[in-house]
């Protein structure tokens, strides 16, 4: 009874959270609505909120109409490829900007930072040239290539090594572990929290990529799957809102499964993103 | 010995610069030069024109309305969502036991959505004739408006969709930022008789600035790279009035395949972002410095 007298003293507190809490769930509450109605049942004239009869057709009308299975897989497949090289790049990176001493330290620092702020909105056009020139478009690595280095996960991953005292390598190089091996066997399992909220920071979004993949790929063969809904709508032309919900329902399920799943998780990892150094 | 040891050091960089010159750094220069050039369809052979390009550019009253569409978008959904991002991230660090989680989930999901398909679900939400957006206004006694098709109201409901899907996000590094300040400043404070409003003027703003500083500079590059709501919802339609940069390069770019225009709009583009967030770090970022 705690709680109720709790919740009593601060009713007014909870009273705005939970109305802008409803606002802003009830957008998807009416995606999953729609998508479970059947055709006739969108045109009321007051919004239904609980599909009944529920119709769990849309869901498999719309993988007859476009290959959201192959979506799915592509989407996997250059998620976790990015995701991969991305971790190489940027764990070897952050090793030397940490313990290491060199002539152009500075220099490249500022370069892996300067990173951060040209987004790649600008650099499409060149990028487009240089993979139409050694005839990679319209594949799964052209939608990776441009985010193999990540200026902002060397950043943070340079901030946790700084972390770990110096006097650990000391102690690892005298017993003859130093360069990479000091890096697999001590640096890497010490870093290993922000090791993850990077990665699930990269996997949101890039599972979420839209314009780049757009401009490099034109077969449904390699699309993913926000390439594959936005086809899907023109395909459709806005008019049958229960299989377009239904796409988009299928679309956003898989992160927010994982949400839902390790909301925690999530939550330390995004709030990490925004600690400075 | 000594040479072997410096040249791996660089050894473990080249993987990250190699990647980034080519696909960050080259492009920048790519496009710089490239903006030089006369290249479209009635121009297949790349021609030096000098700067002929950003000429006609700055002539166009299409780039200028553009450059206003996006202005409007940057100046209205930077506050609107860092003040509620902010407000909400206050409310939520209260005491409150479990229901915490339940009301920062529900705020934040939005983050975990594409937005195509956020822009899906927000063209059917403001559909005029069967939209739950039309429906619920009319309880608060406004007019149906037709939103996406309307001139006047397009560029303010895609406004409207993108602050819902950015805040949580905002939101999320906000309270980060308050659950780093040490609860004896509050304690402190409150001994001295500050309360309130005070209390948040002087300890909780300033030792937000870092905080606010890197949600300030997010903020301003994902407006300015603004583009796949506007792709799925409007096309920057009607009547160009949600036409903006990104969608007006993509346009110059790849529909009509002027690669000089395109070059010349991504130059500019990268060069007003630089020179934006570095007033940014002029401006505040010392005060950021000095008052933490």
């Known amino acids: ?277 | 010995m000594k040479r072997i040891y410096r040249l791996t050091t660089y050894g473990y960089l080249l993987p990250g610069l190699f990647f980034m010159g080519i696909f960050t750094f080259i492009p920048v220069f790519m496009s710089a030069y490239l903006s030089l050039f006369k290249w479209n369809i009635n121009n297949p052979e790349p021609s030096f024109t000098w700067f002929s390009n950003y000429i006609e550019v700055f002539k166009a009253p299409l780039f200028w309305l553009v450059l206003r569409n996006n202005l409007v978008y940057a100046f209205t959904t930077i506050p609107l969502s860092m003040s509620l991002a902010l407000f909400l991230a206050i409310l939520i660090n209260q005491k409150m036991g479990w229901v915490r989680s339940l009301y920062r989930g529900s705020l934040f999901y939005p983050t975990m959505i594409p937005m195509v398909a956020a822009a899906m679900l927000w063209v059917w939400i403001f559909n005029p004739g069967l939209g739950i957006f039309n429906y619920y206004l009319g309880f608060l006694g406004f007019p149906k408006l037709e939103w996406l098709y309307d001139m006047r109201y397009a560029l303010i409901a895609i406004i409207i969709m993108s602050i819902w899907k950015n805040f949580g996000y905002y939101m999320l590094i906000f309270l980060a930022g308050l659950q780093g300040i040490p609860n004896h400043y509050y304690e402190a404070a409150a001994i001295e008789g500050a309360t309130g409003w005070k209390q948040f003027r002087y300890i909780t703003f300033p030792m937000l600035a870092p905080a606010t500083l890197f949600v300030f500079i997010v903020a301003i590059i994902s407006s300015f790279q603004v583009f796949d709501q506007v792709f799925v919802m409007t096309q920057g339609g009607p009547g160009d009035r949600t036409n903006v940069l990104v969608f007006y390069i993509y346009q110059h770019a790849f529909r009509f395949w002027d690669l000089g225009m395109g070059s010349t709009l991504t130059t500019l583009f990268i060069l007003g972002l630089l020179v934006a967030i570095w007033l940014v770090f002029r401006v505040i970022g010392r005060r950021v410095y000095y008052e933490v």
């Open chain 1, 1 to 277: 009874m705690k709680f109720n007298r709790h919740l009593r003293n601060k009713s007014g507190l909870h009273l705005i959270l939970m109305v802008v809490s409803l606002i802003t769930v009830a957008p998807y509450f009416w995606i999953l609505s729609t998508s479970l109605k059947f055709r006739t049942e969108v045109f009321t004239q007051t919004p239904k909120w609980i599909p009944w009869p529920i119709n769990i057709q849309n869901y498999l009308e719309m993988f007859e109409m476009a290959p959201f299975h192959l979506y799915l897989l592509n989407t996997i497949i250059v998620v976790t490829g990015i995701l991969g090289v991305q971790l190489v790049t940027i764990t070897l990176a952050a090793y030397v900007f940490a313990r290491k001493n060199f002539w152009g330290k500075e220099f490249f620092f500022f370069l892996f930072l300067t990173q951060m702020m040209i987004p790649i909105h600008a650099t499409f056009l060149p990028n487009f040239l240089t993979l139409k020139h050694f005839d990679l478009l319209n594949t799964r690595v052209a939608m990776m290539l441009p985010f193999f280095a990540s200026g902002y996960g060397t950043f943070l991953l340079r901030q946790a090594f700084r972390q770990i005292p110096k006097a650990l390598e000391d102690a690892a190089v005298i017993d003859g572990c130093g360069g990479l091996r000091f890096l697999w066997h001590v640096l890497i399992p010490l870093a290993k929290p922000t090791l993850i909220a990077f990665s699930i920071i990269s996997i949101v979004s890039h599972w979420n990529d839209y314009l780049w993949p757009l401009i490099v790929t034109d077969t449904p063969e390699v699309r993913t799957l926000t390439i594959g809904l936005g086809m899907f709508v023109q395909q459709e032309s806005g008019a049958d809102w229960t299989l377009l919900m239904a796409a988009t329902a299928f679309v956003t399920a898989p992160m927010l499964i994982f949400f839902l799943v390790f909301q925690k998780k999530f939550v330390e990892s995004f709030m990490l993103s925004g600690v400075k150094g």
